[in-house]
């Protein structure tokens, strides 16, 4: 039987455009923030990446973090319960200093799946 979107292992991107003056306290609360979400049920783990194509203007720094989960109701548990309180913390604390973009993809089958 072929594997559904919700069989297969899923990963959460967010793509962060920082101000280059609030990068380092940005950082900072970053990896914490990414620690606290690595902790939770059906996180499998997580990498911060420094973007470097395309090029972020020249008084911001661009950053993405990837999550990879267990499966889709790993994620939507998250979302439901999670995102809005630990977004409101990264806006309590840095306002209109970043901007992030989400986008979610499933791990594609094998050939023949």
Do not use: K
Not at 79 to 87: F, Y
């Amino acid at each position: 039987m072929p594997m559904t979107d919700r069989d297969r292992g899923v990963v959460y991107e967010v793509n962060l455009d920082v101000e280059t003056a609030a990068i380092d306290a940005f950082r900072a609360w970053l990896h914490a923030h990414v620690a606290e979400i690595r902790a939770l049920p059906g996180f499998l783990g997580a990498q911060v990446f420094d973007v470097v194509d395309p090029e972020p203007a020249g008084d911001r720094v661009a950053l993405c973090v990837q999550y990879r989960l267990r499966d889709t109701a790993a994620l939507e548990d998250y979302l439901r319960e999670h995102a809005p309180r630990m977004r409101a913390d990264g806006l309590a604390r840095f306002g209109g200093r970043f901007v992030a973009s989400r986008r979610v993809m499933a791990v594609s089958p094998p050939a023949g799946d």
